[in-house]
């Protein structure tokens, strides 16, 4: 595949999520759970030009992913797509001017095919999507280019499964250690919402699925979503890397490789963004 798209991760964790998805023809922004201001400062650390920013979509109406849209829409005239269910969740969403679409709704943005599955989370319809640059000339539909994007899900659906096979850059959820989550501070009440088929997915789930979904086309599996009490980095990267044979290229384990070379394992994380081209 050719690197057509670009991927920056400006916030990813339960304290606030934002991604940017840069394609040939302008960008998408997924989610905005941080201020606007916070969005910005990220951007600019890591040359991420908003202003390109043409749609944005939103996964679920929860406030790690939604906290910042509505300020963000008082300086933005593009579509705001997201669920019917996503759109009526929240109070502070209510009067936000939402292009509604389907879970499984296919969209052409900024130069790239978007398409749209179901989560599995405890809210009302959420979703999340695979990115393609597509050459359409010719007979049929060839992939230059895939990126996948799936957190908060408490399992990986048939349909995620199915939109994430294959993708260049891998964006999928390891939101917890199953120890740590256990042992650890959460109320009992948390961590069984956060264990359950509505929650979140563990570093074992993603590890889980991942064969099914890498190919040679993978280049990069990016974890997202990583819970600052249940989990580290070094744990999800280490995690992921066991079940395809990566081995760590650094003495803290944040990243892995495979010994052939083509595919890397690394973390977004809550406090620093993350490019990936
Ligand atoms: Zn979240
Ligand atoms: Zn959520």
Redesign the pocket.
């Known amino acids: 595949m050719n690197p057509l798209m670009h991927l920056y991760i400006l916030a990813s964790g339960s304290k606030g999520n934002a991604a940017v998805v840069e394609g040939p023809q302008g960008s998408v922004l997924v989610d905005c759970g941080v201020s606007r201001k916070r969005l910005h400062e990220r951007a600019d650390e890591v040359g991420c030009d908003l202003q390109k920013v043409v749609a944005i979509l939103v996964t679920?109406e929860?406030g790690?992913?939604t906290a910042g849209l509505s300020v963000i829409c008082n300086h933005f005239d593009g579509p705001l797509y997201a669920t019917v269910g996503t759109a009526t969740g929240r109070k502070h969403l209510a009067n936000l001017p939402f292009t509604l679409i389907d879970h499984d709704a296919t969209l052409e943005v900024a130069g790239m095919h978007v398409q749209a599955f179901p989560t599995s989370?405890d809210?009302n319809d959420p979703m999340c999507f695979r990115f393609e640059v597509r050459d359409e000339c010719g007979d049929g539909k060839r992939v230059l280019d895939a990126i996948g994007w799936a957190t908060?899900t408490g399992y990986v659906t048939d349909e995620a499964q199915a939109a994430l096979r294959g993708c260049r850059i891998l964006g999928i959820e390891a939101n917890h250690d199953v120890r740590m989550l256990a042992t650890g501070p959460y109320p009992a009440y948390l961590k069984a919402r956060v264990a359950g088929s509505a929650g979140h997915l563990s570093n074992d789930q993603a590890a889980q699925v991942l064969p099914q979904l890498i190919t040679q086309d993978t280049e990069v599996v990016v974890a997202l979503h990583l819970s600052q009490e249940n989990n580290r980095p070094s744990i999800a990267v280490r995690t992921l890397a066991q079940v395809i044979g990566a081995q760590a290229t650094n003495a803290t384990f944040t990243e892995a490789r495979t010994p052939d070379g083509t595919l890397t394992i690394c973390a977004g994380a809550q406090d620093r963004p993350l490019v990936l081209w």
């Open positions: 679920h929860h790690d992913h989370h809210v908060d």
